[in-house]
C-alpha cells in the first residue's frame, strides 16, 4: 500500500493494531506517524488513551506494556514508538521469556490498541520473526529512497495536489538544486507557496527568489557552463561558491556534477537519441543540453571526469589531499581538469 492509500483507510476508520512504518526515505513514514497521531482520536480521548514514546528513551518492555492496556472512554488507544531504529528491541533467543513476550504480542496483538512503530533511515531487519508476525496480524510500509530521475514528476504531483502549477524548468531546478531528501523538498516548496498566488504558475524566477537560489550561480548554472566548455562563466560560478560555501556546499555539488556526468554518459551509449529523455529520466527540453555536451566530451572523456568526482569528493573529505586545502581551491581545480 502508497502512504495515501494507508491515509484513505485511516480516514474511513480501518485501523490495523500495528503499523511498521521502515525505510530509508523518512518523509513517508513521519506523515503517517503525523496522521495518526492527529487524526486517529480527538483532544478528549488523547488525555488518556495517547502515549507518544521515543526509541532511545524506551525499550519493547514499556512499548509493550503500554500497548496492553485498554483504551479509557475511547475505543482505541494508539501507542506510537518515534525514532523506533532506536528502540531495545530485546533478545530473539530461542526459549527466551522476553523473546517470547515480544513474540506474543505480535502474534496476537490487542485490537483496541493501534501500535505505531516509525523505524526511520533504514530497512527494518526482514529475517526477523517480528517482522514476519506483524506482516500477519498489522501492516507493514517500507519507505524507499526517491531515485533521481523521479524527483521531477515527485515535485510536480506534490505541487498539483496543493493546487498550484509548476514548470517543468522550475521543477527540475528544485530537483538539481534540493537533492532527493523529500522532507527538505517539501519544506521548501511549502515556503515557496507562502509568496506566490494560486493563480500563478512557479517559474524558475520564482524558485531562485523564493529558495535562495542565485539566478546566475548556481549547480544548474555550472552545469551548462561546463557542458559548453565556458571556462569564464565556469570561473565566475566557481568563484561564487568559495565565496558563500554554506549556500554551496562541496557535497551537493559534487552529487549533482556526479548526476549530470553520469546521465551524460548514458547518453553517449542511447542507440536511438529519441529515446534518450526517457532513458535518462529527464524532460526532452533538457536533450538538447546533453547533444551539446556529448560533442564537447567524449565518452572516454566522461569517464575520466567521473574518475575526477571520485577522486575530489575523498579530498573534499580530507582523504588523499596534499596540505590544507579549502572546498573552494579542491572545485577550481576540479573544473580546470573537467574542461582541459
Known amino acids: 500500500m502508497t502512504a495515501a492509500e494507508i491515509i484513505k483507510d485511516i480516514k474511513a476508520r ?17 506523515q503517517l506517524t503525523d496522521y495518526i497521531e492527529d487524526n486517529v482520536l480527538n483532544s478528549a480521548e ?43 528491541w530485546g533478545k530473539e533467543d530461542a526459549g527466551s521469556k522476553e ?17 505505531v512503530l516509525a523505524f526511520k533511515y533504514a530497512n527494518f531487519d526482514k529475517r526477523k520473526k517480528i517482522y514476519k508476525a506483524i506482516s500477519k496480524s498489522g501492516l507493514i510500509f517500507q519507505s524507499d529512497a526517491v531515485r533521481d530521475y523521479k524527483l521531477v514528476p515527485w515535485i510536480e504531483e506534490f ?14 531546478l ?38 535562495g537560489i542565485s539566478k546566475e550561480y548556481n549547480v544548474f548554472e555550472l552545469q551548462k557552463a561546463l557542458a559548453i566548455r565556458d571556462v569564464l562563466k565556469c570561473n565566475r560560478i566557481i568563484n561564487y561558491f568559495s565565496s558563500n560555501p554554506k549556500a554551496n556546499p562541496m557535497v551537493m555539488v559534487l552529487a549533482n556534477l556526479g548526476g ?7 547518453y553517449h551509449y542511447v542507440p536511438n537519441k529519441a529515446d534518450a529523455a526517457s532513458v535518462l529520466g529527464v524532460p526532452p527540453f533538457f536533450i538538447k543540453d546533453y547533444e551539446v555536451a556529448a560533442r564537447n566530451y567524449h565518452a572516454g572523456k566522461v569517464f575520466q571526469v567521473i574518475s575526477l568526482l571520485r577522486e575530489y569528493d575523498l579530498k573534499s573529505k580530507g582523504l588523499d589531499s596534499s596540505g590544507n586545502v579549502n572546498d573552494g581551491e579542491l572545485l577550481k581545480e576540479l573544473v580546470f581538469k573537467i574542461i582541459h
Open 174 to 211: 528544485m530537483a538539481e538544486y534540493l537533492g532527493t531528501d523529500l522532507s527538505k523538498i517539501a519544506n521548501e516548496i511549502e515556503k515557496l507557496m507562502l509568496n506566490v498566488p494560486k493563480e500563478m504558475t512557479i517559474n524558475t524566477d520564482l524558485v531562485q527568489k523564493n529558495i
Open 14 to 30: 480501518k485501523y490495523k493494531p500495528v503499523y511498521l512504518l521502515h525505510g530509508e526515505e523518512s518523509y513517508y513514514i513521519d
Open 99 to 115: 523473546a517470547e513476550f515480544v513474540l506474543n504480542y505480535f502474534e496476537k496483538p490487542l485490537p483496541s490498541t493501534i501500535l
Open 46 to 88: 488523547k488525555g488518556f488513551n495517547q502515549t507518544v514514546l521515543y526509541g532511545k528513551d524506551t525499550d519493547m518492555n514499556t512499548v509493550l506494556g503500554a500497548a496492553k492496556r485498554y483504551p479509557m472512554m475511547s475505543e482505541y488507544q494508539v501507542v506510537i514508538v518515534k525514532e523506533a531504529q532506536d528502540l531495545k
Open 159 to 172: 505541487i498539483r495536489e496543493k493546487g498550484y502549477k509548476i514548470d517543468q524548468q522550475a521543477s527540475a
Open 260 to 266: 549530470y556526468f553520469t546521465k551524460l554518459l548514458k
